[in-house]
């Protein structure tokens, strides 16, 4: 069974402040992906980053950064100099399944407000 | 291009009847997932179809159905509709399956039901 775990439900910063936003996961396939997304309150979910099971290398793409740790089971995501516009809910997902047969598991999610 | 169109954004029926939900996926998109969301239970995975086949099922009754057109486009149809499943259903497309390496979904707004 895949689970996700974002243990933390709401976070609030200051405009520029960095935060991270923490996901652990548990799988017992050997191949999987591991996926953020962004859902402002429009609804749509927006997709942020992908990562495979293969795949260890952090990744940074402008204000956002990636750690994935497999020894710890974890996909952390950094936002530096946070701004309003990232206030939203993030979803840290997991797609494992063997026989070409995906299942994708989300986290319950993250709160941030980014106050000015 | 076109993102994921749902419709309609907004209904609301009345416990026992049945509801069916439209998305057309961005164009040359073959693979169409299908998930819920609500407030206690998060975002939960419902079924992907894959040039028309349904890939994968999650854990819902089968009251839950869909289908998938040849232009791709797919319905999801919930009969004797429940309190319950109020929630906002949302649909993401993508080239490939989910999982294949080179696979990013996209959603769209959703459709947000209200049974009452």
């Known amino acids: 069974a895949q689970k996700v775990t974002q243990a933390q439900t709401e976070i609030s910063v200051v405009e520029k402040e960095d935060v991270t936003l923490d996901c652990v996961y548990e799988?017992?396939?050997?191949?999987?992906?591991l996926f953020w997304y962004k859902q402002p309150p429009s609804g749509e979910l927006v997709f942020l980053i992908r990562?495979?099971?293969?795949?260890?290398q952090n990744e940074i793409s402008g204000r956002y950064s990636w750690n994935f740790q497999k020894s710890t089971s974890s996909f952390n995501f950094t936002i530096t100099a946070s701004q309003v516009v990232d206030s939203a809910v993030y979803f840290c997902?997991?797609?494992?399944?063997?026989?070409?047969?995906?299942?994708?598991?989300f986290g319950t999610g993250t709160k941030l407000q980014v106050i000015p | 291009k076109a993102g994921v169109t749902q419709t309609p954004r907004y209904l609301i029926k009345t416990r026992g009847q049945q509801v069916t939900l439209s998305c057309s996926p961005i164009?040359?998109?073959?693979?169409v997932s299908w998930y819920q969301q609500t407030p206690g239970q998060g975002l939960q995975f419902l079924f992907e179809?894959?040039?028309?086949?349904?890939?994968n099922k999650g854990n819902f009754p089968g009251r839950f159905s869909g289908r998938q057109f040849s232009n791709s486009r797919s319905e999801m149809n919930v009969s004797t509709l429940e309190l319950g499943d109020s929630a906002l259903y949302l649909c993401?497309?993508?080239?490939?399956?989910?999982?294949?390496?080179?696979?990013?979904?996209?959603f769209g707004q959703g459709t947000r039901l209200t049974v009452v």
């Open positions: 164009s040359g998109h073959r693979s």
């Open positions: 990562r495979n099971s293969f795949d260890e």
């Open positions: 997902a997991l797609s494992g399944g063997s026989g070409g047969y995906q299942k994708v598991t």
């Open positions: 993401a497309s993508s080239r490939e399956p989910t999982g294949y390496q080179s696979t990013e979904a996209f």
């Open positions: 179809y894959f040039s028309e086949t349904q890939r």
């Open positions: 799988t017992r396939d050997t191949t999987y992906y």
